[in-house]
């Protein structure tokens, strides 16, 4: 008998690690001809950008077709630059100190503070009060949740944030299809808004790496981000209030007077008008960077520092950092070094010849094919790659700058690209956002519910990205038709 039970479970082990040696074998037999067509390739290609090109290609294996962090793989990448000689040591440690980093770790205590306030549930209340219908609730719904762009720095922070009123509303409406659609319309816009702000999404920090290490490239600073990010936020974000509206409503629900939470019973609290006051301070002075000599990496520092003061808002620096999202974090310092050694070891400009050369230069040449091929490709990845920023990191040297090589401007196809990788919302698993609130204690939405909002969303989307770089950029600087210098 004990033959026979020791027999069964070593079976069931034998059966249990077919999916896992599967899932082993495949990275690693990709991973074996990405090797043998670098090295083997009749290409001019020197050890450096071989190397660099071989290091990217394993990451995004790692990304893609493995399980392992996107944190752990990036720093990885990074730690195996160095060892090859691509990079020097010092400029992996140099990337924990990029401004950008360290306004994405104030930007994560800033809202680690308010989190612990009711001042976003207030004011998202007090915002929604004149509503009198359904309708006209989803769309000062919508404007809310895009102004927290400007102070929550990640998709996932803000849908945690604004996690408390969607449940207050909830409770308030208690109906099941309104609750579908509020669960639909919260995620759908903390990921269509994200572009509004510089500090919205992580990404945003590859593309402006990316930007930096460009000949010539002007520098994009909060204003200019919001100039020509906020068309899209906004036009797409108030397009899926109009579609979830339609889609899961009737003209009588939509139509109906809305049942609204009371706000917070107790008083506005010292310290929490203490907060806001730093926290709006600290949005002006991002917004006139231009106008004083203070960087925005300083001015968040400064203000995470302010809020971590126990006088001010109770909450200690401690305490505040363990609210950031430290992965996040890593995964970003990792992706800069890889970035400065694509374009350093000539690597990405390898890439960018490689594929130009294979693509059909005739029609892509064209600015409008060029955007319209860039635009579709960034949307459509999110149900490849799950992690945004991943995407970033992987599109802009293979796509943004290869389309970029036949005569168009990179800025613009970079802002277009992770602009683009802003779409995640066909799958659960394609945003943290979307799977917080299909995984709550209460029924909200199926997966079907979700593929019926993208098959219509998706192309709005799309549209819209387009037409505003295509149209709208070049009226505030920046075209898909000018060349860089």
């Not at 949005?283 to 203070?294: D, N, P």
């Not at 209460?442 to 505003?468: E, G």
Request: hydrophobic share 60%.
């Amino acid at each position: 008998m004990l033959q026979t039970n020791v027999e069964s479970k070593a079976g069931r082990r034998a059966t249990l690690s077919v999916p896992v040696a599967v899932r082993l074998a495949a990275p690693a037999i990709v991973a074996g001809l990405l090797a043998a067509v670098l090295w083997l390739a009749p290409v001019a290609l020197g050890d450096r950008p071989r190397l660099a090109l071989l290091i990217f290609g394993l990451a995004v294996i790692g990304w893609t077709l493995t399980h392992i962090s996107e944190a752990t793989v990036a720093l990885s990448a990074a730690a195996a630059l160095v060892l090859a000689g691509v990079v020097e040591t010092d400029r992996l440690y140099s990337a924990l100190g990029h401004e950008l980093i360290w306004l994405l770790l104030a930007a994560f205590v800033i809202a680690t503070v308010l989190r612990g306030t009711t001042l976003m549930q207030r004011l998202a209340l007090a915002a929604l009060r004149p509503a009198r219908s359904i309708s006209a609730l989803a769309y000062l719904l919508t404007l809310v949740i895009g102004a927290t762009a400007f102070v929550i720095p990640s998709t996932s922070g803000r849908a945690a944030v604004l996690l408390p009123v969607f449940l207050a509303l909830a409770d308030a409406l208690d109906d099941q299809r309104l609750v579908r659609a509020l669960a639909l319309l919260v995620p759908s816009i903390i990921l269509l808004s994200a572009c509004a702000s510089l500090t919205g999404a992580g990404a945003h920090v590859v593309a402006l790496e990316y930007i930096a290490l460009l000949p010539g490239a002007k520098t994009i600073g909060y204003l200019d981000w919001i100039k020509f990010g906020l068309p899209i936020a906004l036009l797409s974000s108030l397009a899926a209030a109009v579609i979830v509206l339609r889609l899961f409503l009737t003209k009588e629900e939509r139509s109906g007077p809305p049942k609204l939470p009371e706000s917070p019973a107790q008083p506005v609290t010292a310290r929490e008008r203490a907060i806001a006051g730093v926290v709006a301070a600290t949005v002006l002075l991002w917004a006139t960077s231009g106008w004083h000599a203070v960087g925005i990496g300083m001015v968040g520092l400064v203000s995470a520092l302010l809020l971590t003061l126990p006088r001010i808002s109770g909450v200690g620096l401690k305490s505040a950092l363990n609210g950031v999202e430290w992965e996040l974090i890593l995964f970003l310092t990792g992706t800069l070094v890889i970035g400065d050694a694509l374009i350093a070891s000539g690597a990405a400009g390898s890439i960018a010849e490689w594929l130009t050369n294979a693509m059909p230069q005739g029609a892509i040449r064209q600015p409008v094919v060029a955007a319209v091929f860039v635009g579709a490709v960034a949307t459509l990845t999110h149900l490849v790659i799950v992690s945004r920023s991943a995407r970033a990191a992987v599109l802009i040297p293979t796509l943004a700058l290869s389309v970029a090589g036949l005569g168009h401007d990179a800025v613009a196809l970079i802002m277009l690209t992770v602009i683009g990788t802003g779409y995640s919302q066909t799958l659960t698993v394609s945003s943290k956002s979307v799977a917080i609130y299909s995984s709550l204690d209460r029924p909200t939405y199926a997966p079907k519910d979700l593929l019926t909002l993208s098959l219509v969303l998706q192309p709005v989307f799309l549209t819209i990205l387009l037409l505003t770089a295509l149209w709208w950029w070049p009226q505030v600087g920046l075209s898909v038709w000018r060349v860089p210098i």
